[in-house]
């Protein structure tokens, strides 16, 4: 037998542990903290599909350890919450059944407490403390920590290991990435400090090493203790990649594991969490330079999803282990189907942080490509049908070909017809943008994943009333999709004029003048794609702001992208005549502005198809609309919407 990615399928022992290979679960907050802040059975179930699916370890994140100088919602661990023990006893046992190790994520957010509460406001009566006294930036006070405090806190990290590893987690991960509170004590940017905590770097590392010293004392020799550290803090004051090696020299006879993050989450969180804009794997230099220095095992992190990039990482000696998160929750099997040499089923991750938004906004964990995610206790399994009928799926985008799959799943016969020549719906259009080459990418493995399924797929095939009367359904799921909103604006369908949805076919036909009408999500990101080509490029949006429709942590970096692009903004103007030379458009006071360009990309939105909807309404009895023809919304709910009307047939 021979393994595609021998390296990756590699197992490692750290400490007295084995771990069954080298791709590890990165911390990832649960779905549900209960008021006590205890581990709730959604959480429990969120962690296990992780090791299900092949994961060597899954790290519960994030475990609060001092809550006197840190109130945030996360987890808390004692002896005096009721279940609060037996809550991480159930959460360890569930991860280590599948084969994984179970670790937690030790963790103190020093003067950012209260960054996950949805109630930011209560975040106002929250003590904010750090190694010094200061005002942060949004104006709250922060508290300079005593010595006593100190002792207490790290006293405090090793009471928690402890409990965890009661609770049967047999790995410990110390959080001093990030910005956190030991990530505080180590930037010469946070510590101002005098005594033996502050000035060099040596003072700064001590309060990390007495934590470490503290969870080893409660943990044992043999027991793993990961550290996760940023490699640098890439913004200019905070300390760099030479002062991360010595760090990383400092503390590595105290660990087991180097995992080497990147950045600050106050200043850079597309950077620790690499976003679509950024190359996959922009982080791994930091952990392959402090690999040279160090002689602990080291693991890299950050946007890694394509297993032949996280195998040549391994084989080359950047770095002992590869961490995801995000990956793992696009494709929790994503492991798995490393080590069984079916890495063409991975379904990968896009980058688009809906996860995390939803962690801001709701509380909630939801994923774009999994409508697993965040409902993994209401089943993982998907359950034959007690009657096998005949299902036509009309539509072959995200959301139809996730119910066709289902329905097969479940033992259906399915006819899936889509009217174009390739499968993917609005997906197929992604193909020409490269950041956004994962998007078309997900239509193709889901259609690779439907023909697998035993699906029927018929392309160039539109379904009327008379074609679906003809197949005699027993159920049709409807997914047609929705298609391009066009305003009556004199001259849109000159030969100039392209739709976004149709680049991809016309790439040759724009020019190195581009004009993109509408600055929604579409247009944002596709007058960027023109602008990386070195395109002059003009954005024109009616209202006073682009890109309502992106999730809270997409936007800020889409905004910024835009902001560090040349290319001309055109706000509050109403596109009325579209000519040879450019677009004429009226501004806010009303008056006439001509912007000129020589091809104008037309991203004005979107409309359901509900021609198509109505007309197959009563083509059998039981009949879903599902996706854009419902409502324009996104992949996350054409998706979602998809897989629960096959799993209702």
């Given amino acids: 037998?021979?393994?595609?990615?021998?390296?990756?399928?590699?197992?490692?022992?750290?400490?007295?542990?084995?771990?069954?290979?080298?791709?590890?679960?990165?911390?990832?907050?649960?779905?549900?903290?209960?008021?006590?802040?205890?581990?709730?059975?959604?959480?429990?179930?969120?962690?296990?599909?992780?090791?299900?699916?092949?994961?060597?370890?899954?790290?519960?994140?994030?475990?609060?350890?001092?809550?006197?100088?840190?109130?945030?919602?996360?987890?808390?661990?004692?002896?005096?919450?009721?279940?609060?023990?037996?809550?991480?006893?159930?959460?360890?046992?569930?991860?280590?059944?599948?084969?994984?190790?179970?670790?937690?994520?030790?963790?103190?957010?020093?003067?950012?407490?209260?960054?996950?509460?949805?109630?930011?406001?209560?975040?106002?009566?929250?003590?904010?403390?750090?190694?010094?006294?200061?005002?942060?930036?949004?104006?709250?006070?922060?508290?300079?920590?005593?010595?006593?405090?100190?002792?207490?806190?790290?006293?405090?990290?090793?009471?928690?290991?402890?409990?965890?590893?009661?609770?049967?987690?047999?790995?410990?991960?110390?959080?001093?990435?990030?910005?956190?509170?030991?990530?505080?004590?180590?930037?010469?940017?946070?510590?101002?400090?005098?005594?033996?905590?502050?000035?060099?770097?040596?003072?700064?590392?001590?309060?990390?090493?007495?934590?470490?010293?503290?969870?080893?004392?409660?943990?044992?020799?043999?027991?793993?203790?990961?550290?996760?550290?940023?490699?640098?803090?890439?913004?200019?004051?905070?300390?760099?990649?030479?002062?991360?090696?010595?760090?990383?020299?400092?503390?590595?006879?105290?660990?087991?594991?180097?995992?080497?993050?990147?950045?600050?989450?106050?200043?850079?969180?597309?950077?620790?969490?690499?976003?679509?804009?950024?190359?996959?794997?922009?982080?791994?230099?930091?952990?392959?330079?402090?690999?040279?220095?160090?002689?602990?095992?080291?693991?890299?992190?950050?946007?890694?999803?394509?297993?032949?990039?996280?195998?040549?990482?391994?084989?080359?000696?950047?770095?002992?282990?590869?961490?995801?998160?995000?990956?793992?929750?696009?494709?929790?099997?994503?492991?798995?189907?490393?080590?069984?040499?079916?890495?063409?089923?991975?379904?990968?991750?896009?980058?688009?942080?809906?996860?995390?938004?939803?962690?801001?906004?709701?509380?909630?964990?939801r994923c774009t490509v999994n409508p697993i995610i965040g409902r993994e206790s209401d089943g993982l399994e998907i359950n034959p049908a007690p009657v096998k009928k005949k299902v036509l799926v009309v539509g072959a985008g995200p959301g139809g070909l996730k119910a066709a799959i289902t329905a097969a799943k479940r033992g259906h016969e399915v006819v899936l017809c889509e009217q174009n020549s390739e499968v993917g719906g609005i997906l197929i259009g992604e193909q020409a943008i490269p950041f956004k080459h994962e998007m078309y990418q997900l239509g193709v493995t889901l259609g690779k994943l439907a023909e697998d399924a035993g699906v029927d797929i018929r392309l160039n095939t539109r379904v009327d009333k008379a074609y679906a009367d003809k197949e005699n359904a027993d159920a049709i799921i409807i997914a047609v999709g929705s298609e391009p909103f066009l305003p009556p604006i004199e001259g849109l369908t000159r030969d100039t004029a392209i739709l976004i949805n149709d680049y991809h076919e016309k790439v040759d036909r724009v020019t190195d003048e581009v004009i993109v009408l509408g600055g929604g999500l579409a247009g944002c990101e596709a007058a960027i794609h023109f602008a990386r080509e070195g395109k002059k490029v003009s954005l024109v949006e009616m209202n006073e702001e682009f890109s309502p429709d992106a999730n809270i942590r997409h936007r800020p970096l889409l905004l910024a992208e835009i902001d560090k692009s040349d290319i001309a903004i055109f706000k509050s103007h109403k596109a009325i005549k579209v000519s040879e030379n450019g677009v004429l458009c009226v501004n806010k006071e009303g008056k006439e502005v001509f912007v000129s360009g020589t091809t104008v990309v037309c991203a004005l939105g979107q409309k359901s198809r509900r021609a198509s909807v109505d007309e197959l309404w009563d083509s059998a009895l039981m009949v879903s609309q599902i996706g854009d023809c419902v409502k324009v919304s996104t992949i996350t709910t054409a998706i979602y919407q998809g897989h629960h009307a096959a799993l209702d047939i």
């Fill in 1 to 365: 037998m021979e393994r595609k990615y021998p390296n990756l399928c590699k197992p490692i022992k750290l400490g007295n542990v084995y771990f069954r290979n080298r791709m590890f679960g990165a911390p990832m907050g649960g779905t549900d903290i209960t008021a006590d802040c205890t581990v709730g059975p959604a959480s429990t179930a969120f962690y296990e599909n992780r090791a299900k699916g092949g994961a060597a370890n899954v790290t519960v994140s994030e475990l609060v350890v001092h809550p006197e100088t840190e109130g945030s919602h996360m987890y808390h661990l004692d002896l005096q919450t009721v279940d609060s023990l037996s809550s991480f006893t159930y959460t360890a046992d569930a991860i280590r059944r599948h084969g994984a190790i179970a670790s937690v994520e030790l963790s103190h957010s020093g003067q950012y407490a209260g960054t996950y509460l949805v109630d930011k406001e209560k975040k106002q009566g929250m003590g904010q403390w750090g190694p010094s006294a200061g005002t942060r930036p949004d104006g709250r006070e922060v508290h300079e920590l005593t010595k006593e405090l100190i002792d207490d806190i790290v006293k405090s990290y090793g009471e928690k290991a402890a409990l965890a590893k009661k609770a049967g987690f047999e790995m410990i991960m110390v959080h001093a990435g990030h910005g956190w509170l030991i990530n505080q004590f180590l930037s010469s940017h946070f510590n101002k400090r005098t005594d033996i905590y502050g000035g060099s770097l040596e003072n700064r590392v001590r309060f990390l090493q007495e934590v470490l010293d503290s969870v080893r004392n409660a943990v044992g020799y043999g027991f793993p203790i990961e550290l996760r550290m940023s490699g640098s803090e890439l913004f200019e004051g905070g300390y760099t990649l030479e002062d991360g090696i010595e760090i990383a020299k400092l503390v590595e006879s105290k660990i087991d594991l180097l995992h080497v993050s990147a950045g600050t989450y106050q200043r850079g969180f597309g950077i620790t969490h690499p976003s679509m804009f950024i190359p996959h794997g922009a982080n791994v230099y930091l952990a392959a330079e402090i690999k040279k220095h160090v002689s602990v095992p080291v693991a890299t992190i950050g946007g890694l999803n394509d297993p032949e990039m996280m195998e040549e990482i391994i084989a080359s000696g950047k770095a002992d282990v590869v961490e995801m998160a995000r990956a793992l929750l696009a494709d929790p099997e994503l492991p798995k189907k490393v080590m069984l040499n079916k890495d063409e089923h991975i379904i990968h991750c896009l980058r688009c942080y809906t996860c995390m938004a939803e962690r801001a906004e709701t509380g909630t964990r």
